[in-house]
């Protein structure tokens, strides 16, 4: 299969996709279905465009409001789910640098991974 195939639908199951497509089969390039303006840098920066998100990117003049919220709530959703998550995998290593076995299985038979 080449890189420029024709394959038709959306480049991944993102909900942003709803309302862009990729440009030349390229996922880093995003046409958008409001403004017709094409976004470089993905399908988050073009969620960014939607949402009005300032810094990145010009926002749409064109969305409605509906989808601008809509847009916005799954961004911060997004981020909230990936800080948490990092704070997790941050204590998780603060853990395992402290040698912290904590109580996580009292059976030690299994243990041994040496």
């Known amino acids: 299969m080449s890189r420029g195939s024709t394959n038709k639908g959306p480049p991944s199951d993102d909900f942003g996709w709803k309302w862009g497509e990729a440009v030349d089969g390229q996922r880093s390039r995003v046409r958008c ?5 094409v976004i470089t840098g993905g399908i988050t920066r073009f969620k960014e465009h939607l949402a009005a998100k300032k810094g990145n990117v010009a926002p749409c003049d064109q ?3 509906h989808v601008r919220k809509e847009v ?3 961004l911060k959703t997004f981020k909230e ?5 990092q704070k997790a995998r941050d204590e998780l290593e603060e ?7 904590g109580d996580y299985e009292a059976n030690s038979d299994e243990d041994d991974y040496a």
């Open 33 to 37: 279905t409001f403004c017709d303006r």
């Open 63 to 65: 969305v409605s409001s």
């Open 72 to 74: 916005a709530k799954q």
């Open 81 to 85: 789910t990936k800080v948490t998550k």
């Open 95 to 101: 853990r395992i640098r402290l040698g912290d076995d």
